[in-house]
């Protein structure tokens, strides 16, 4: 399908976005390990914070990049043995500064053992989409918790819970259900609701299932993973046969 002006349009700029903020946030980790000079704690409090926009910034163009693919049906999978720990280690390491910023705490379980067949580029984006979100939710002082499990039949079972109550609790999982569960409208292409609309995509194109539930402690995301994704050439473009990454 040929692209159209608009995709082309934020191609071009996402690439010219892209560059400068990844220069952005090279010179500002120099900066914070002192490479370039020491730091005042009121220094390094700002560095922090440019990092922290900058990341945010990249991420939404990232999401918006997935989300143009997919109106556009470019957006496919490429796949490959993957084992789940690494990636989620990956994921918690890059919002810790989002989670220090805000007072939460991370708290990611994952058995070193459990492996399936994903994109792991598409899944650590939809795995840092969910957690930032649910970071956002979060009271201070609270710890937001990733666990996962590999079921009898090869399934992955990952389950993401933030504590939240009242008013924030519902909003919270109102959003989820909508954005996550049913899929979002054009309406929702905002904020958390762009983010999460790229969780529903890549969860989806590997074959997935989302779930949303309320309970006494807050509220809960749980993601099912099959082993593979479904053998669709509209949704998997490159089969990588690599051994399992560690």
């Known amino acids: 399908m040929p692209a159209t002006p608009r995709g082309e349009l934020l191609r071009i700029a996402s690439h010219e976005l892209r560059t400068p903020l990844t ?31 900058a990341g945010k910034v990249y991420g939404i163009v990232e999401d918006l990049i997935v989300l143009t693919g997919l109106e556009e049906g470019t957006f496919g999978l490429a796949v490959e043995p993957i084992r789940l720990a690494p990636l989620v280690v990956r994921v918690a390491g890059e919002l810790a500064s989002v989670a220090r910023a805000a007072g939460v705490a991370i708290d990611a379980a994952v058995p070193g053992e459990v492996a399936l067949l994903a994109d792991p580029r598409h899944l650590q984006r939809a795995l840092a989409n969910l957690l930032s979100t649910a970071i956002g939710y979060a009271p201070e002082h609270e710890t937001v918790r990733l666990a996962a499990t590999q079921e009898p039949g090869g399934a992955t079972r990952l389950v993401l819970s933030c504590p939240s109550a009242g008013a924030a609790a519902g909003e919270q999982l109102e959003l989820y259900e909508r954005c996550l569960v049913h899929g979002p409208g054009a309406a929702d292409l905002e904020g958390a609701g762009l983010a999460l609309a790229v969780v529903h995509a890549v969860v989806g194109h590997h074959g997935g299932r989302l779930r949303a539930e309320a309970g006494d402690a807050g509220v809960a995301v749980t993601v099912l993973l099959p082993p593979a994704p479904p053998a669709d050439p509209a949704h998997v473009v490159l089969l990588r046969r690599s051994p399992v990454r560690a």
Request: overall charge neutral; aromatic content about 4%; some cysteine.
């Open 23 to 53: 220069s952005i946030r090279g010179y500002g980790e120099l900066l914070a390990t002192g490479r370039a000079g020491a730091l005042t704690e009121q220094q390094q409090r700002m560095v922090g914070l440019i990092d922290l926009c």
